[in-house]
């Protein structure tokens, strides 16, 4: 018998959607909303004015100045026929992250939204990577078919090209632009067909893949030709594999239109139906822990302070890993090995943040936070202990050399920047002989974040000074010698004393590779 546990694991969905600025990914995720009855209205979501807010604000916050409901920037959890789908913000535009990356190591899954009329675009392809690494299911949806864009077998080589992954087209577009007549989806056996301003009309596929009955539609060349290449394609193309799918080998490919709809509700059934419930996570001694399993598990996966001065909490972000969570509940935090009583949670739920009764695998909570945790912490249940491995640190990509500002605040300058730095808001470095403080960060936003913090939480105020962008790379220590270093590589140590190149561009790379052949240049994820 399925027990209540088991049904309840089987219902989560937990996903991040990665994509390109404007690929629109705030638009389907407004018809999520849409579908699961959250909001009664779709429309475009204008981000007017963004671009002069000193915090970039997430474009579901927008959402929710539009709409006037309450969605909170990070995580939303909605019900989506029967099932709880919790959906996970990556931040891009100005405030693309490393919260964006690690947000990544929390979900189960990842949609990636390619704008059909631009192919795969630079952010696409890192957040990819990232995702790739954890072996998750990728579902793609190419946007924007209601305007000329590239090539349907176009966009699909590109993809298997620059990412590296194998594609099944789940449809195939009849048209496009103007001339979009509907979806030839092989998958539902079936033509999906687009009308301006209503629902889109089903019919079923014969034997030969032509649709049955005679409808005026089929004598258009636009039909006939998109079955012949989708036919074509099925051929010669990948075959469907769940196994592949559900390891992130194969990504199942869907066409649409993102601001009419068109192909939406096609694309979340399916992507409900392959993507997976929770599956067992490891532990930093490699036992496998089970979502089903009676004690609660879980780890903090990005810490957000609260902006607002007069608000000084912040909110932990918890992946439940195991078990049921259940409001008041005690747990210990791996770490330090003390107990913490989780009273005071909130949920996230489309139409309200209310505080959380109880929550299961694959659900994310809110823990109110007075400095207590750290990035990467895990919390359990039980005398067992258990500990998740690190979560991985990426790669900074812009520098920032910082001093104080004022001598005699040096403590709280130090006190500060150790703080944030434990709590993975940035990352610390110092020049390798004259110890100056350098920070690295994944987005430029997080600098001012920073500053700002280190200015209204430490009172300490301070002196920035840009480096632009660097190429780190690290090096083994017995492969160091001072002297490689110049004005194009500048040498630096990390928080943990490990030396690190900062070169200026990919050409100081080059050349630093040709003239060192065997020192071995690593990065981190
Ligand atoms: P993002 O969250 O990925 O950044 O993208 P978002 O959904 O905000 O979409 C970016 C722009 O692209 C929006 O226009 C949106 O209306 C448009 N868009 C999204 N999906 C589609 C689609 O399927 N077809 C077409 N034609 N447009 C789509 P905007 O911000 O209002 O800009 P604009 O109206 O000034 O161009």
Known sequence: MV????????????????????????????????????????????????????FAKSDWMEIEKQRGIS??????????????????????????????????????????VVDSGKGIEAQTKKLFEVVSQRGIPIFTFMNKLDRDGREPLDLVTELEEVLGIDAYPMNWPMG??????????????????????????????????????????????????????????????????????????????FFGSALTGFGVQTFLDAFIELAHAPSP?????????????????????????????????????????????????NVTLARTGKGIRMAHTTQFMADAREEVQDAYAGDIIGLYDTGNFQIGDTLYTGNQVVEFPDLPLFTPEVFMKVAPKNVLKQKSFHKGIEQLVQEGAIQLYRTYHTEEYILGAVGQL????????????????????????????????????PKMSSSRNLLAKDRFGQPVFLFENQFAENWFKDKHPDVVLKQLM
């Open 281 to 329: 996570t490891l532990t930093k001694d490699g036992q496998a822990i089970n979502p089903t399993d009676d004690r609660f598990t879980g780890f903090i996966f990005k810490i957000q302070a609260n902006m607002n001065p007069a608000h000084r909490d912040r909110i932990a972000f918890v992946r439940i890993v195991s078990g049921r969570f259940e409001k008041g509940i």
């Open 71 to 112: 969605v909170t920037s990070s995580v939303m959890q909605v019900d989506y026929d029967g099932y709880q789908v919790n959906i996970l913000d990556t931040p891009g535009h100005e405030d693309f992250s490393e919260d964006t990356y690690r947000t990544l190591m929390a979900v189960d899954a990842a949609v990636m």
């Open 446 to 481: 997080q600098f001012e974040v920073f500053q700002y913090r280190l200015l209204h939480e430490y009172n300490a105020e301070v002196e920035m000074t840009p480096m632009g962008s660097k190429i780190a790379r690290w090096i083994d220590p017995d492969q160091l010698d």
């Open 176 to 253: 496009m632009g103007k001339t979009l007549l509907g979806l030839y989806d092989l998958y539902n056996q079936r033509v999906e067909i687009r009308q301006e301003g209503e629902e889109a009309s089903f019919y079923d596929l014969d034997e030969e893949g032509q649709v049955k009955g005679d409808l005026p539609f089929k004598a258009s060349s636009i039909y006939s030709q998109a079955i012949e290449d989708a036919l074509l394609l099925h051929e010669a193309g990948n075959d469907f594999d769940r196994q592949a799918i559900a390891e992130g080998k194969l990504t199942p490919v």
């Open 3 to 54: 027990s209540e546990m088991e049904k309840e694991v089987n219902k989560r969905r937990t996903f991040a959607i990665i994509s390109h600025p404007d690929a629109g990914k705030t638009t389907i995720t407004e018809h999520l909303l849409l579908y699961s009855g959250a909001i009664r209205e779709a429309g475009t979501v204008k981000a007017k004015g963004k671009k002069s807010n000193k």
